[in-house]
Every structure is written in C-alpha cells, then in structure tokens.
Nanobody, 119 residues
Framework: VQLVESGGGLVQPGGSLRLSCAASGSILRINNMGWFRQAPGKQRELVAFITSRGRTNYADSVKGRFTISRDNAKNTMYLQMNSLKPEDTAVYYC??????????????WGQGTQVTVSS
C-alpha cells in the first residue's frame, strides 16, 4: 500500500492550492483519512480529517479556509486550501487507516508535499 501526495508548491498570501492524496495497492477498505502538517522546528499537527462516511473535522487555525474531501471510488483524498497565510507554510502529509485484502489493518503515511506561502 502506498500514499502519494501531490499539489504542493509556492503561492502568494491569499492564494489557493489543492492537495491530492492517492492510495494504491491491495486495498480492501479505507477508514479515516487525514491531512497533517509540520513546519520547521514544530511538531506535526492535524489539519483536518474525514471519516469513511464523509464526516469532517478541522483544526481551528484552518476552519473556514480549508476543505477536506474524498473520492472513495478513486481511493483519493483532497485538501482545498484557500486564503492561504504564511503560517500555513509546512510539509503536508496525508494519513489513512487502511485494511488490505490480506485482512491487515494499518496506518499509512505519504511522503509529504511542501507548501510555501510567501510573497
């Protein structure tokens, strides 16, 4: 099983980016999925998560600006980030609880994608 993020980059304050996280491999079912971020010198923090039924939750710092979604048919999760601020600069990681066809359940992480908000 592999998670691959894409969509990061450099954007000016107030701009937007859309991150994607595609899961591949011997996947039977994906449970909760989430986006985390880690800025230099700081601990990794939860940005948003979404359950298999589509219930969402957000960190206070991104409420009203970020939207998490998922396409279960494509095993893909998204993070639409609007009104970006310099303090959103970080490496963004996706995370998913996955059950494989071998009936193994585990927590998987992507490799991370850099988001830089700067003028």
């Amino acid at each position: 099983v592999q998670l691959v993020e894409s969509g990061g980059g450099l954007v000016q304050p107030g701009g937007s980016l859309r991150l994607s996280c595609a899961a591949s491999g011997s996947i039977l079912r994906i449970n909760n999925m989430g986006w985390f971020r880690q800025a230099p010198g700081k601990q990794r923090e939860l940005v948003a998560f979404i359950t298999s039924r589509g219930r969402t939750n957000y960190a206070d710092s991104v409420k009203g600006r970020f939207t998490i979604s998922r396409d279960n048919a494509k095993n893909t999760m998204y993070l639409q980030m609007n009104s970006l601020k310099p303090e959103d600069t970080a490496v963004y990681y996706c995370n998913a609880g996955i059950i494989t066809f071998a009936d193994d359940a585990d927590d998987y992480w992507g490799q991370g994608t850099q988001v830089t908000v700067s003028s």
